[in-house]
């Protein structure tokens, strides 16, 4: 009895010991297959999402104005009080300067101008037609509007509109307070304003000469001594060594009043790299200047590179005439080529596979399938790794754009995640 209590103990204990070992080994097996899952759902793979991108294809020179220019000289005694503006036009016999003994007629002759222009604004406020016709409702509503004008010009740097619209409102609202009885009127500040210009012109002098515009132009104050030299007629004998001694100096010679400029066409010319043949003569590009935010439209009249295609003379014709333009001979600015939008891609993700591609017979009409070898990049897709096919717009350094093709999911679509790194594929350098 004790050995069959015995055996059976013995027996017992073993076939536990078995099942222990199997539970853990399965146990084990349990884990690793957990493991491995986990980790291969959980590979962190490096990618990046295709998002809209902006580029500018465009090269900095430094550009010399070449304008038909005439300078304007007096007999240089005495000093000039100008009436027109850089960049004001001018007709037959227009005053451009003034010339005066000392400069306190000068001076006089300012504080005489504001107090007439102030009186003039006065007596727009004042007339009796307007403050008859004046509604309260109508007032505030087009003072409003002279507000919301004026943060828009100030917004938009158009500080010559900026001025305007700052009178209308001072006007508008000066003329709401005398039609809201706030005020009884400015009477005794117009009469203030004559008897103290009364007393200045009292004063005044005649000028010593007056220097007139013989023709219809654009004026400057100012010349630098390239006139002659850089003008439309000899535009064809510019060299490379010209353009690139040019400085921005102004004439300090004593008899000089300034410079006509006629026409609206100017021309800018400078030295590029055109060895990869970028820039061809007829093109039209966009030029942006330092001293600007605006673009402008120019036309590529002549490239010479002299034996040297990495330092080329450039001349482009613009026929869009601004006051910014006759500050100066010489200007840095941005010759602008294109600019692209697309989907960004890092050029190391790029590769090449091998796709089908119908083939088009004569009439229009798919007569087959071919491989052909497409650029592309890997696009990661749930646990799917898909090739899509890119349409290159744009190269830069490190990146290139592709186009969208949103009717085609063969092509890179916006939001993609793109792998960056695959193995076994050919990259694009």
Known sequence: MQSN?????????????????????????????VSIVY?????????????????????????????????????????????VADGGKVGIDTVIASVYKDDSQITRNREIA????????????????????????????????????????????????????????????????????????????IADLNARLAELKAQADAPMEMIKSKESAYFVSYCDGYESEFTPKKLEKLTVEQISSVTDNKSDEPKVVGKLIRGYSWYLAGIIDNSRKLYAIGDTIDI????????????????????NASKSLIILECTHFNENFVAHRVERCDLIKGSYTGLKVP??????????????GENGQV????????????????????????????????????????????????????????EGDERVG
């Not at 015995?6 to 097996?29: D, M």
């Not at 007032?139 to 010009?153: F, Q, T």
């Open 114 to 189: 504001q107090l007439e222009h102030e009186l003039s604004i006065l007596e727009k406020i004042q007339n009796p037609g307007t403050l008859e016709s004046a509604q309260p409702a109508s007032l505030s509503e087009r003072v409003n509007e002279s507000y919301r004008a004026l943060i828009y010009s100030r917004d938009m740097k158009d500080y010559s509109t900026l001025k305007n619209e700052l009178e209308n409102l001072l006007v508008g609202m000066s003329t709401y307070q005398i039609a809201t009885q706030q005020v009884t009127g400015f009477q005794q500040q």
């Open 5 to 33: 209590k015995s055996g059976g103990v013995r027996t017992s204990s073993g076939g536990g010991v078995v099942k222990l070992l199997r539970n853990f080994v399965l146990i084990l097996l349990l884990i690793v297959f």
């Open 288 to 307: 942006r200047f330092d001293s600007s935010e605006e673009m402008y439209d120019a036309v590529i009249r002549d490239i010479r590179d002299e034996g």
């Open 367 to 422: 007569t087959g399938t071919a491989r052909v070898s497409e650029k592309g990049v890997y696009i990661m897709k749930g646990e799917q790794v898909i090739f899509k096919k890119l349409d290159v717009i744009y190269e830069g350094s490190n990146y290139v754009l592709s186009k969208v093709h949103e009717n085609d999911t063969s092509y890179l679509a916006l939001y993609d995640d793109i792998l960056t790194e695959t």
């Open 347 to 360: 050029r190391e993700a790029i590769r090449f596979d091998e796709v089908e591609q119908d083939i088009i």
């Open 39 to 83: 980790n291969f759902r959980n590979r962190k793979v490096p990618t990046e999402t295709a998002l809209l991108s902006n580029a500018v294809f465009s090269e900095e020179m430094q550009g010399v104005f070449i304008r038909d220019e005439s300078p304007v000289t007096y007999s240089g005694k005495g000093v000039l009080s100008y009436n």
